[in-house]
């Protein structure tokens, strides 16, 4: 298997979908880390600084909206992409994602 040094923090509220998806990607070589919205910006402002952030959004979305504004807003974190999966978003969802410039939003439920 291929080794990537590419880190991928996952985001989300739902432990057993963030594992999972973490699991998915260091099977396929990339290192990966998950977290929930309160200690994210900690993790990702001290030595770990993801080259992806992958959101798994649920109906948390002052959690999920308050860290894109951190991460936006800070320096040093401002140009890590963010992908935002989302079930099934409405559009005043859609519309508020890419207000906070994030990267990519993914629509649909992850599957293995």
Same mark, same amino acid.
């Given at each position: 298997m291929t080794q990537y040094t590419a880190r991928v923090l996952i985001l989300g509220s739902d432990s057993a979908q963030t594992q999972t998806l973490a699991k998915f990607f260091r099977q396929k070589g990339f290192h990966s880390s998950c977290d929930d919205y309160a200690v994210a910006f900690d993790t990702i402002t001290d030595d770990h600084n993801p080259d992806l952030v992958l959101?798994?959004?649920?109906?948390?979305?002052?959690?999920? *909206?308050?860290?894109?504004?951190?991460?936006?807003?800070?320096?040093?974190? *401002?140009?890590?992409?963010?992908?935002?999966?989302?079930?099934?978003?409405?559009?005043?969802?859609?519309?508020?994602?890419?207000?906070?410039?994030?990267?990519?939003?993914?629509?649909?439920?992850?599957?293995?």
């Amino acid at each position: 298997m291929t080794q990537y040094t590419a880190r991928v923090l996952i985001l989300g509220s739902d432990s057993a979908q963030t594992q999972t998806l973490a699991k998915f990607f260091r099977q396929k070589g990339f290192h990966s880390s998950c977290d929930d919205y309160a200690v994210a910006f900690d993790t990702i402002t001290d030595d770990h600084n993801p080259d992806l952030v992958l959101m798994l959004t649920s109906s948390d979305w002052h959690g999920a *909206s308050d860290l894109f504004e951190m991460l936006k807003d800070e320096q040093k974190t *401002s140009r890590i992409p963010i992908v935002v999966q989302a079930e099934n978003p409405e559009a005043s969802f859609r519309r508020r994602c890419f207000a906070f410039h994030i990267d990519d939003l993914v629509t649909g439920k992850p599957s293995n």
